[in-house]
């Protein structure tokens, strides 16, 4: 398992979790305080496959372009950490 952190600036929040759940992948969203009158930043953390990171990572390159209502790509605007897990378990109350 990777554990995929996705930092990126509130105003692409919809973007990218649509384009993540386009292409099946869901994630959970962490929001941050951002400073007066901005945006505030998310955290997306994915839990993936060993080795989809990058399968998670060309999405996002290949068509996190220009999407309506957006006033600009956010392309350079989004950090992606990829953090090896060596241990996961899903607890079912």
């Known amino acids: 398992m990777e554990l995929i952190l996705i930092i990126a600036s509130e105003e692409y929040s919809d973007n990218i979790t649509s384009l993540l759940v386009k292409h099946g992948y869901s994630a959970t ?3 941050c305080n ?5 945006y505030g930043d998310i955290v997306l953390l994915l ?3 060993k080795g989809e990171a990058d399968n998670v990572i ?3 390159e290949n ?3 220009r999407h309506p209502g957006m006033s600009e790509p956010f392309r350079g ?3 992606i950490y990829v953090i090896a897990s ?3 378990k899903k607890i079912n109350p």
């Open 29 to 31: 969203e962490i929001g």
């Open 34 to 38: 951002g400073e007066f009158l901005q």
């Open 47 to 49: 839990g993936v496959e």
């Open 58 to 60: 060309a999405i996002l």
């Open 63 to 65: 068509e996190g372009g």
């Open 77 to 79: 605007q989004v950090k």
């Open 86 to 88: 060596t241990y996961f």
